[in-house]
């Protein structure tokens, strides 16, 4: 690897010799899929939550309580008493992809990520739209 290329990660051998040290509360992943679907997958991962935003539109977002669901077995997107924590984790995640440059970004409040087919009903879809000026 060259000299000049920054390094955005962390030396974890502290961890590995049992010692207590302040870690991160949030990571964020990115995957291509090449192979029979050409698909991109951006996610963020919290203590509580994770989200996973698929830039195929035909797959909507995923959201998981990872407390009460650690398997990801209950997709919450759909549920609109959950529509404040996918707006938090999806600002949070178009930051990250903003700042890596990444070519898949799209911006958080883009009506294509909000079809009908994706859950949302129009009421907290403007409910969003109203407030992306407020962060």
């Not at 994770?50 to 990872?66: A, I, R, S």
């Not at 008493?81 to 970004?105: G, I, N, T």
Request: with cysteine; glycine share 6%; hydrophobic share 35%.
């Amino acid at each position: 690897m060259p000299d000049a290329y920054p390094v955005y990660g962390r030396d974890f051998a502290s961890l590995l010799r049992g010692e207590k040290i302040p870690w991160r509360t949030v990571v964020f992943g990115d995957y291509d899929m090449y192979h029979y679907v050409n698909e991109s997958m951006r996610m963020i991962r919290t203590e509580d939550c994770k989200l996973v935003m698929n830039t195929n539109l035909q797959f909507g977002p995923e959201l998981y309580d990872l407390r009460s669901d650690p398997g990801e077995t209950t997709n919450l997107a759909n549920r609109g008493e959950h529509f404040s924590v996918f707006r938090d984790l999806r600002r949070r995640l178009y930051r990250w992809q903003d700042w890596m440059a990444d070519p898949k970004c799209r911006i958080p409040w883009d009506p294509q990520q909000f079809m009908p087919s994706a859950g949302f009903q129009r009421d907290s879809r403007a409910a969003y739209f109203s407030s992306k000026s407020a962060n």
